[in-house]
């Protein structure tokens, strides 16, 4: 908005002549969001609290550690969604296509999470939405972003390293539709340990955001031989605000949680991931930076096979983190060392921008 505002003013005022360059507008959009983090926060808890007298219900079968967080408060990814949207609205360009989209899929995953959050509420239980409709639901949503992306940036994919682009022709839809569904479920799977999901979450974000300046930049772009989208550095500045609303939130969700995250922000920053990936052409390098958030969907995947297959359980638990917390590690030891591995892939995902 201030971009839409303020720029065409550059001609009179010359500071106004800032708001052209991404850099800035994503800087700034970063720290704006951290700031509504904190002004909205505690306030957002208090009423959370007041809404939920017996906060998230906390699964049976899970850790016995875990009992002892009954009473905090779950949907605090309301507290992300306040601070990332302000912070688009105010920095983007809200000509730029990519900007209603990414609100579009960030936003509708947050719904179908904050029914799912608000059902176990009420219900009493750690059982939302039936899995049916949930997933119909990110199905559809899915659909729709896949058809429009198809139709606006094509259907070729970057594959890292090798730099060949893939042309998926008919398959682009339902292979869209599978890294959205897909980055959404795998970012909500980890969402189990305080501050866990939402570490990794900046940390792809951020490398998210320097993939799609560089995409969006036509020299950068042709002198790594990646695919030029032009706007698509707008989705830095989206993915730079996704960074700041993630670590206000981090900021009460660290150990010991004052709030936890829920469906409604997990699966809205995977709804986010997914489609700042699929619009840049990216979505192995979301692969390989999001690297914790795929490892902890195959443990789940792997553990139910194998336990339908052979009736054995390849984890003590699953999803991964709870196969550590049952080894013997603390939480924080569990979180801090999955951080690190989550560090890693980051690095490893930019890398591939210069390999070739």
Known sequence: MLYNLLYPLHTKVSAFNLFQYITFRAAYALLTALVI????GGRLIAWLKSRQTAGQPIR????????AKRG????????ILIAWAGAVLLWCDLTNRHVWLALLATLGFGA?????????????????????????????????LAWVLARMVGTAVDVPVVRVSWELGAWY?????????????????????DGLAVGPAFMTAGTLAVVAYVAGHAVFAH????PHVPGAGELAIVCAAAVGACLGFLWYNAYPA?????????????????YVALAVAQPFVLAIA???????????????????LTGKRVFRMAPLHHHFELKGWPEPKVVARLWIVSIVLAIAALSTLKVR
């Open 290 to 308: 999001g690297g914790l958030f795929v490892l902890e969907a195959l443990s789940v995947i792997v553990q139910v096979a194998s336990f339908k």
């Open 173 to 193: 839809v339902p292979f869209a539709v599978f890294v959205l569904v897909g980055a959404s479920n795998a970012v909500n799977l980890t969402d189990g340990l």
């Open 258 to 274: 004052q709030v936890f995250m829920g469906d409604v922000g997990a699966l809205a920053l995977g709804g986010l991931l997914g």
């Open 60 to 67: 049976e079968d899970g850790p016995a550690t875990h009992f």
């Open 112 to 144: 179908i999470g904050f029914a799912d959050d608000w059902l176990k509420l009420a219900r009493g239980t750690s059982r939302g939405l039936p899995a049916r409709w949930k997933f119909l639901a990110q199905l559809g949503l899915a659909l729709v």
């Open 72 to 79: 905090t408060p779950t949907m605090g990814g309301l507290l």
């Open 223 to 226: 002198y790594l031989k990646i």
């Open 37 to 40: 983090s904190w002004l909205v």
